[in-house]
């Protein structure tokens, strides 16, 4: 069933007249459009597509099925256009992203269109939780990109260079490997800078017996790739050898465990069990990994907090890591495809810690 279908459905299950999809992942799940600027609405026969003419020739040739119509005409706004195709149309319901769409726009539709607006925050995302086959293969690939990349950056890393560079190349390399060329934020710091979570890389320079953490991913027909490896530079420290085995074995508690049917918020308590007894089980994040696709963070989240029971096909990240402020961190990351009775990891890089 094509996606825009699937919402078609949606909409006469409920007795919806129209869907307007302004968030930009769900505007590509819905039509495969790659650009910016650009909004859907989707009633139960028709798809229009609004965007401007910087990408009005893109769209006939990305998605013909649509009606492309320019919305960007002066004085008007997208309100407009949308008062327009609720007359033509004789819409008396629209769904719309309630957790997504600004109040601005909100109120702009409130005001010329005599239309019912319907809160459907979250609807598409709970349709792109199971991935199809080709959504598979193309993280499959993505996370190959990833790995291939992990091969090359690490003769990059040696005491001087800095953690810019290093993601400047990192980024590169997965380019060269085959990416998209729309990457987002990686992950790449260093030394006692490895505690935080979501550090920015800096111009620090990496120094001997630095951990360098390098959490990060690359785009593959727009499909998302997440992984983690942290290494050491030099000779590690009996305490690095040490921290580091028991983030090892908390990832691989975590994916013993990982199958189809098992809930969401088992993993987080599964990561602490080899964890029981030390001095680490405090410095630890709760929130242990999400699925992932056209975006990086997806329902549902590994986490106490969700209840949701995974369900075969969907491609979640396993993330547990150990925080020590002003020593460092480590965390070891995988991407999973979740399987009865089991998983596949797209991710071939070895969990083994790496001195260089």
């Known amino acids: 069933m094509k996606n825009e279908t699937k919402i078609q459905t949606f909409l006469a299950e409920q007795h919806l007249d129209a869907?307007?999809?302004?968030?930009?992942?769900?505007?590509?799940?819905?039509?495969?459009?790659?650009?910016?600027?650009?909004?859907?609405?989707?009633?139960?026969?028709?798809?229009?597509?609004?965007?401007?003419?910087?990408?009005?020739?893109?769209?006939?040739?990305?998605?013909p099925d649509y009606n492309i119509i320019n919305w960007r005409l002066p004085g008007k706004t997208v309100g407009d256009t949308v008062a327009q195709l609720v007359q033509e149309n004789n819409l008396k319901t629209i769904a719309f992203e309630s957790d997504y769409l600004n109040f601005?726009?909100?109120?702009?539709?409130?005001?010329?269109?005599?239309?019912?607006?319907?809160?459907?925050?979250?609807?598409?995302?709970?349709?792109?939780?199971?991935?199809?086959?080709?959504?598979?293969?193309?993280?499959r690939i993505a996370c190959d990109i990833s790995c291939r990349a992990f091969e090359r950056i690490l003769k990059d890393i040696h005491v001087g260079v800095t953690e810019k560079e290093l993601a400047a190349k990192l980024s590169l390399y997965m380019v060269e490997e085959g990416a998209d060329t729309q990457p987002y934020g990686n992950i790449l710091i260093s030394g006692a800078r490895t505690s935080l979570l979501h550090g920015i890389p800096s111009k620090k320079a990496i120094e001997y017996g630095d951990f360098v953490l390098m959490d990060y991913g690359c785009q593959y027909n727009g499909y998302l790739s997440d992984m983690t490896r942290t290494v050491v530079v030099g000779k590690a420290t009996a305490k690095q050898r040490e921290v580091y085995e028991y983030e090892k074995r908390s990832l691989e508690a975590c994916e013993e465990i990982m199958q189809a049917g098992v809930s969401a918020k088992e993993f987080y308590p599964k990561s602490l069990e080899p964890l029981k007894g030390t001095n680490y089980a405090d410095y630890t994040y709760a929130n242990i990994g999400h699925s992932i696709g056209l975006f990086v963070h997806e329902l549902p989240y590994l986490s106490t907090q969700f209840?949701?029971?995974?369900?075969?096909?969907?491609?979640?990240?396993?993330?547990?890591?150990?925080?020590?402020?002003?020593?460092?961190?480590?965390?070891?990351?995988?991407q999973v495809l979740v399987k009865k009775g089991g998983f596949e990891n797209m991710i071939s890089t070895p969990h083994d810690l790496i001195e260089l």
């Open 104 to 139: 601005d726009m909100y109120d702009d539709f409130r005001e010329k269109s005599n239309v019912e607006l319907i809160k459907a925050g979250g609807i598409i995302d709970k349709m792109r939780i199971i991935k199809t086959p080709a959504e598979i293969q193309n993280m």
């Open 19 to 63: 869907f307007f999809i302004a968030k930009r992942v769900n505007v590509r799940f819905a039509s495969g459009w790659t650009g910016d600027d650009s909004y859907i609405l989707l009633t139960q026969k028709n798809q229009y597509f609004l965007t401007d003419p910087r990408y009005t020739e893109q769209a006939n040739l990305e998605i």
């Open 307 to 334: 209840n949701d029971i995974l369900e075969e096909n969907t491609v979640i990240t396993i993330e547990p890591g150990i925080y020590l402020p002003n020593w460092g961190g480590i965390r070891i990351e995988d």
